[in-house]
DNA sequence: CAGGATCCGTTTAGATACTG
DNA sequence: CAGTATCTAAACGGATCCTG
């Protein structure tokens, strides 16, 4: 039986970011703030195969962040955009890059106090 | 050659706190705010192993998250107590157990908008 | 007591080829 | 265009036994 996850909120989001390319691709369509195609994610990220692309969007799309519209015209075209409580993630995500620009800084000068 | 890391700092401090039993050790030293024994971890996090509970406490102490302290007596002890920046990492920890419970509600309740 | 060493199954990422 | 399917390799977590 495996190990269960346990009800920690913290382990439960973070779970739904660890991916290697989760943060990545909520950056792009964070900028964007509009609709992105598959293939523009594609060649913003150019060293993830189509492979791993569908599944970390499909991860994303089923933890509610991200949302998936189709157009099966003659020339299939997915678009993908943050969903609303995706967008509110930045509230945290930026706290967290404030902590690590502080934590890196800290580190180069050698951790002292700072 | 594997792919590195970018230097978001998003992803860097994720990847800092990626492991399944980081978030569950924090939580009992932030809790405890005091030098925890390394029994103290192990009987506290059940289902862990000494592998893996030496594993993990490594990997925080080399992030600088954790500090580690042995006492060579004839009873061989060593303590782990959060560091300053480690401790400090609460105030994004809290952000995302905040985002994390509204995240859990609304599900509950069918992602209502809110 | 607090590990280290070894082995092993699962998960994750990636390369490549094929398809509606 | 936007995926699947298949295969391989590396990372991760864990069980078990050994040790200063």
Chains 1, 2 share one sequence.
Not at 7 to 16: F, G, K, N, R, T
Not at 46 to 54: A, E, G, M
Request: with cysteine.
């Amino acid at each position: 039986m495996p190990v269960q996850l346990n009800d920690c909120p913290v382990e439960i989001v973070l779970s739904m970011l660890s991916g290697r390319w989760k943060i990545p691709i909520y950056r792009f369509l964070y900028k964007n703030n509009k609709p992105i195609r598959y293939s523009e994610l594609q060649r913003h990220l150019p060293s993830i195969s189509k492979k791993i692309l569908t599944e970390q969007l499909r991860e994303l799309e089923h933890d509610g962040i991200i949302e998936r519209k189709s157009y099966p015209e003659s020339r299939p075209r997915v678009e993908y955009r943050l969903s609303l409580s995706g967008r509110s993630m930045i509230v945290f995500l930026d706290k967290i890059s404030d902590w690590g620009e502080r934590y890196i800084l800290s580190e180069k000068r050698g951790m002292q106090q700072n």
